[in-house]
């Protein structure tokens, strides 16, 4: 876009004065258009938070996908779902998607994938990062297998030991 603007100052021959008015238009107008392809993206991780917590209370069901009862990651397909996004439907092909970050860098609508169970390596659940308050106060929301869909506090030594993977979708 920038270059298209300076070939236009010059096959127009227009002064100084106009060059940088026009060049600072087009900085106004693209960072208009990154505000809203945040303002966008938000909305979207706000929705699919949204739709997650409506499922807070369904009881744990393993390979269940509706508000009688959910698992993890069934939880996580119907939540996308509802902004039109399509992800795997088991915790072993979610892993595969998104890019990988630290917990300290994870941000709302980010997928946190623990290993429970006797293989300390083996991906056996997932959560979704629902609220940060900041890096101590930090909530997900989750399928658990004894308590259902809850939302709960993830810096807790019970988790932390098992997380393997945070990855971002958005």
């Not at 303002?39 to 209370?57: D, M, P």
């Not at 169970?117 to 659940?125: A, E, M």
């Not at 988790?159 to 993977?165: G, H, N």
């Amino acid at each position: 876009a920038e270059d298209g603007i300076r070939a236009l100052v010059r096959s127009r021959g227009l002064g100084d004065v106009y060059k940088r008015q026009l060049f600072c238009l087009s900085l106004i107008l693209f960072s208009s258009c990154i505000s809203q392809k945040k303002l966008l993206k938000q909305n979207k991780i706000s929705r699919v938070i949204g739709e997650a917590r409506t499922y807070i209370g369904t009881p744990y069901k393993w390979g269940g996908n509706d508000k009688k009862g959910i698992d993890c990651s069934g939880l996580l397909v119907k939540s996308f779902e509802s902004v039109g996004m399509k992800i795997p439907r088991t915790t072993a092909e979610q892993i595969d998607i998104g890019k990988r970050v630290s917990l300290r860098k994870s941000r709302e609508g980010d997928l946190v994938f623990f290993a429970f169970g006797k293989s300390r390596r083996k991906v056996t659940h997932v959560g979704m990062v629902s609220n940060i308050k900041d890096e101590k106060n930090i909530n997900f929301i989750h399928a658990s297998s004894s308590r259902g869909v809850i939302e709960t506090q993830l810096i807790k030594d019970y988790y932390l030991k098992r997380i393997r993977q945070v990855k971002r979708i958005f």
